[in-house]
C-alpha cells in the first residue's frame, strides 16, 4: 500500500492572523499545528471589541467568502451592529459589530476545535533551518516541531514594551511576555526590520459610570451581518452612550503631556495616524474644544466599559483625573489603565505576494509582524498565508488576490509593493476598484475561487450556490419584463418620453430606482427574497459606473508611459483631492504608470491628471 506523507504547516501565534491562517492551511488539506503561547487566550480581542467597521468590514467579508472564521464568529458575540456610511453609496459602506470579547473568544476557539488543527502551547524560541530553508521551530522547553512551512503571525510580541507613563515594562501585551529570542532570529537573518507603536484607552467599570443624560447609540434596527450565511444577531442586542471631552479635559492632558510615554520622547517607533492618541488628537487639533467618546460595553452584562477614543500612554493618576473630568464619568473607575506598546515588524517589500520571506524559503508572516493594525487586516493576511504556505508545501498553484478583484489584493499589493511609513490600515480610499469591490459583493467576487480550491464545506457552498441561482433567476426576470416609458413615468421612474420600451433590471440601474418601484410593475418579484432583489439594485445601480470604469481604466492603460515633468504643479488640479495633491507633490511621480502607485489614486483622479499633462504640453 502507498503511504502518502502529508506535509505539515506550523503557525506560531493565535491572534487573529494566526487562526485564520491556521483554517486556510487545514482546510486545504495539511496537518496543521498552531503553536500559541496561552492556549486561553486563542483569539483574543488586545484593543477594542469591535470587528469591521469602513474598508475593515470589506475584509471580513472576503475572508468570510472563503470560509474563514472572523465573520461567523464576530456574527456569535454581536451585541451590536452598524452598517458605517449607511446613507451613503454601497461600495463605501462598512458593516461593523461590536462583539462581547469572551463570546467573541469562544466563538473563536470553538471555530479551531472544530477542524483539524492541533493547538500547542508554547512559545517559539527560535526556527529551524536546514539547508537554506525553514524546517520547523524550537520551543523554549528544548522541544523541536518540524514542519514544511512555518507562518509567523506574533502581533505586537516582537521585542514588545509596554509604556505607561514613566514606567516601562517588557511584554508583547499586559501581562503577557514579549518574543525576544525571535525577533533576535529575525534580526540575525539580516531581515528590514522596524519598531512601530499603538496604544490602548484605560477601561472603566460601568456601574461606576452616570448614565443619566448621557446620548445613547442603539445598533441597526435591521442589522447587517459580518458573516454572509449569518441570518441574525445570536445574543441579545445592547446600546453604546456618547460622552466628550472638554476644555477642563484638555487642559489637564495638555499640563501632562511631557509624562506621556508617546510625548516625552521614550518611544521611537510610528504610531497609526488614523487611530491616534488623545495626547495626539489635543496636540495635533489644539483649535478643537471637544472630542467625542464612544462608551461601548466590552461584555453584554456592561461590566467593563471601553471608551473608545481616549487611548493613552499616560500615568495612571493623570488617566484617573482627565477620565473624572468627562460628563458622565466624574465617578468612573478605572478597571485596567490605558497604555503604549513599542514593538518590532518587518518591512513588508521583503515579502513576495504569496507573504513568504523572499531571502528565507518556508517561512510566511502574517498580520501586525508586518507592518499592519487591525484585526481584520491581520485576518485577511492569515489567509493569504495559510493558502500559499499550504498550496507551496503541496506543489499546488500560489493563491493570488488582484487589486481589481479585493480588497485583500489591494492590501497585499499595498505592503509589498510600497512597504509601511506607519501602522498600515485599511480604508476604501485605497481601492481604486472600489465601485466594484463592495462588502455587498464579497462573495460573488471571491466564492467561486474558493470552491475551486476545495476549501468550502458542503453547507457554505450550498448556500452560495443557492444564492447566485436566485440572483440569476430574478435577474432574468426583470430583463424579460419590459414596461413603456408611460407606465415607467406613472411608477415613478424619471424616463425620456423617446417612446422606447426599458426592461425592469435598466430601470433598476437609474438612480433613486429602488425595488419597491420595480416590485410596484411586476408584483411577481415578490417571489425571490427581499436580499436577492436588494443585491440586484446594488448591481444594477452601478452598472453604468462600472461601464465607465472599465473606459477609464483602459485610458490609464493607453498613457502609462506618459512623462510628468519633475516641476509639474499638481496645486491647481481642481479634480484631484488635496491629499493626493499633497501626496503626488511628495513623491513626484515619473510618469503616469508611478502615478498609478501613490496611494489613494483612482481611474478618475488618474485621468484628471492625464488631462491636465496633455493640455500642459
Ligand atoms: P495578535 O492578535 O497580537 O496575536 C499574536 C499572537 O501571537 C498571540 O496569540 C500571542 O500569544 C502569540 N505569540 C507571540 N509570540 C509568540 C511566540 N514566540 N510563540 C508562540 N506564540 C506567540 N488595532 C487597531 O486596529 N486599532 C487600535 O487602536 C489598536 N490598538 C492596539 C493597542 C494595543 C495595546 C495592542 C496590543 C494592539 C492594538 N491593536 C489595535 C492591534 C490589534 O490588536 C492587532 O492589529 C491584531 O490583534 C493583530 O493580530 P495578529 O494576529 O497579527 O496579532
Known amino acids: 500500500m502507498f503511504h502518502v506523507k502529508q506535509s505539515t504547516v506550523i503557525v506560531v501565534g493565535g491572534g487573529h492572523a494566526g487562526v485564520e491562517a491556521a483554517s486556510a492551511a487545514a482546510r486545504m488539506g495539511t496537518r496543521t499545528y498552531l503553536v500559541t ?341 491581520a485576518a485577511a493576511q492569515g489567509l493569504v498565508a495559510g493558502l500559499n504556505a499550504a498550496s507551496s508545501v503541496q506543489e499546488l498553484p500560489p493563491v493570488q488576490f488582484s487589486r481589481t478583484e479585493s480588497y485583500i489584493g489591494v492590501m497585499i499589493d499595498d505592503l509589498v509593493i510600497r512597504g509601511v511609513s506607519e501602522p498600515y490600515r485599511m480604508f476604501t480610499s485605497r481601492a481604486e476598484y472600489r465601485l466594484s469591490l463592495r462588502a455587498d459583493n464579497a462573495d460573488q467576487r471571491l466564492t467561486p475561487k474558493a470552491i475551486e480550491l476545495g476549501i468550502l464545506d458542503a453547507r457554505q457552498r450550498t448556500f452560495f450556490e443557492n444564492k447566485m441561482e436566485q440572483i440569476d433567476d430574478a435577474r432574468q426576470k426583470m430583463k424579460s419584463v419590459s414596461v413603456a416609458g408611460k407606465t415607467a413615468r406613472e411608477a415613478g421612474v424619471n424616463v425620456a418620453g423617446d417612446g422606447k420600451k426599458r426592461d425592469l433590471y435598466a430601470l433598476l440601474s437609474i438612480p433613486n430606482v429602488g425595488v419597491s418601484t420595480i416590485l410596484s410593475l411586476s408584483p411577481d418579484l415578490a417571489q425571490f427574497d427581499d436580499s436577492i432583489l436588494r443585491q440586484l439594485e446594488n448591481e444594477a445601480t452601478y452598472s453604468n459606473y462600472l461601464d465607465r470604469q472599465v473606459q477609464e481604466v483602459s485610458r490609464v492603460r493607453r498613457y502609462e508611459g506618459l512623462t510628468i515633468p519633475p516641476d509639474f504643479n499638481y496645486q491647481d488640479i481642481q479634480g484631484l483631492s488635496s491629499e493626493l495633491r499633497h501626496k503626488l507633490s511628495i513623491v513626484r511621480p515619473t510618469s503616469i504608470a508611478q502615478a498609478e502607485r501613490v496611494e489613494g489614486m483612482t481611474p478618475v483622479a488618474l485621468n484628471t491628471l492625464i488631462y491636465r499633462l496633455k493640455i500642459s504640453r
Open 37 to 377: 503561547l496561552r492556549a486561553d487566550t486563542v483569539g483574543a480581542l488586545s484593543c477594542n471589541p469591535a470587528v469591521g467597521g469602513l474598508g475593515k468590514g470589506h475584509l471580513v467579508r472576503e475572508v468570510d467568502a472563503f470560509g474563514g472564521i472572523i465573520g461567523r464568529a464576530a456574527d456569535r458575540a454581536g451585541i451590536q451592529f452598524r452598517l458605517l456610511n449607511r446613507s451613503k453609496g454601497p461600495a463605501v459602506q462598512g458593516p461593523r459589530t461590536q462583539v462581547d470579547r469572551g463570546e467573541y473568544r469562544a466563538a473563536i476557539q470553538n471555530a479551531i476545535s472544530a477542524l483539524p488543527v492541533q493547538l500547542v502551547e508554547g512559545q517559539v524560541a527560535d526556527l529551524l533551518v536546514r539547508d537554506g530553508r525553514v524546517s520547523g521551530v524550537l520551543l523554549d522547553d528544548g522541544a523541536e516541531l518540524p514542519g514544511d512551512a512555518v507562518i509567523l503571525t506574533t502581533g505586537t510580541f516582537l521585542n514588545g514594551v509596554i509604556h505607561m507613563g514613566g514606567e516601562t515594562t517588557s511584554g508583547g501585551r499586559l501581562g503577557e511576555s514579549p518574543s525576544v529570542q525571535l525577533a533576535d532570529r529575525l534580526y540575525g537573518q539580516g531581515l528590514p526590520m522596524g519598531r512601530l507603536k499603538t496604544g490602548t484607552p484605560p477601561r472603566l467599570s460601568g456601574k461606576s459610570i452616570d448614565w443619566s443624560g448621557l446620548e445613547l447609540q442603539p445598533g441597526d434596527e435591521n442589522p447587517a451581518m459580518m458573516s454572509f450565511q449569518s441570518t441574525g444577531p445570536h445574543l441579545p442586542q445592547v446600546n453604546c452612550a456618547i460622552t466628550h471631552t472638554n476644555e477642563h479635559t484638555h487642559d489637564i492632558i495638555r499640563r501632562n503631556l511631557h509624562l506621556s510615554a508617546m510625548y516625552s520622547g521614550n518611544i521611537s517607533g510610528k504610531g497609526p495616524r488614523y487611530c491616534p492618541s488623545i495626547e495626539d488628537k489635543i496636540s495635533r487639533f489644539a483649535d478643537k474644544k471637544s472630542h467625542q467618546i464612544f462608551l461601548e460595553p466590552e461584555t453584554l452584562v456592561g461590566e467593563t466599559i471601553y471608551p473608545n477614543g481616549v487611548s493613552t500612554s499616560l500615568p495612571r493618576d493623570v488617566q484617573i483625573a482627565y477620565i473624572r473630568s468627562i460628563r458622565g464619568l466624574e465617578n468612573a473607575e478605572i478597571s485596567q489603565p490605558g497604555y503604549a506598546i513599542e514593538y518590532d515588524y518587518v518591512d513588508p517589500r521583503a515579502l513576495t505576494a504569496e507573504l513568504e520571506v523572499r531571502d528565507m524559503p518556508g517561512l510566511w508572516l502574517a498580520g501586525q509582524i508586518n507592518g499592519t493594525t487591525g484585526y481584520e487586516e
